[in-house]
């Protein structure tokens, strides 16, 4: 509340927000609990940051207020397995898990390995590069015909 209780008397003030006491980020004038946005400078580095909030009524600081900012946390998600899957499917799968297809290597139609690996946890929107080539046919063992009936 500005101004704070002790200062009825005073005509209503307007709480200005500085960004690590120094850069202004934004006035909000009246007697009632403020709220607003902002942007966060484009100089600010990662880590710690302090907003302090003044009451300023007239040209007199009558009262102040540190508010902590931090980063923002980081969510990880999960790489979904591609093997086996064209290029064009992985890279659908890839969307919904809210990642990128990033290199694609080789020579054929289907992904045999991939980078970073199915399972890991990574950020949101990393690439996964996939290396593609032509699936191995399946083997079989043919068994011994000879002497045997059609039938059979």
Known sequence: ????????????????????????????DGRAVVSTSFVVPES???????????????????????FLVTA??????????????????????LVEAELELGDVTGDGNEVQEQDPVAGAEVRRGAPVNVFVGTAQPEVVVVPNLVDSAVAD
């Open 1 to 28: 509340m500005c101004p704070p209780s002790g200062f009825d008397d005073a005509s209503p003030g307007s709480v200005a927000l500085f960004w690590d006491g120094s850069d202004r980020l934004a006035a909000v």
């Open 72 to 93: 923002p946390v980081e969510v990880l998600v999960v790489v979904p397995d591609l093997v086996g899957e064209s290029v064009e499917d992985a890279e659908d799968r």
């Open 44 to 66: 600010a580095s990662l880590g710690l940051h302090q907003v302090v909030a003044r009451c300023v009524v007239g040209d007199q600081i009558v009262a102040s207020a540190d």
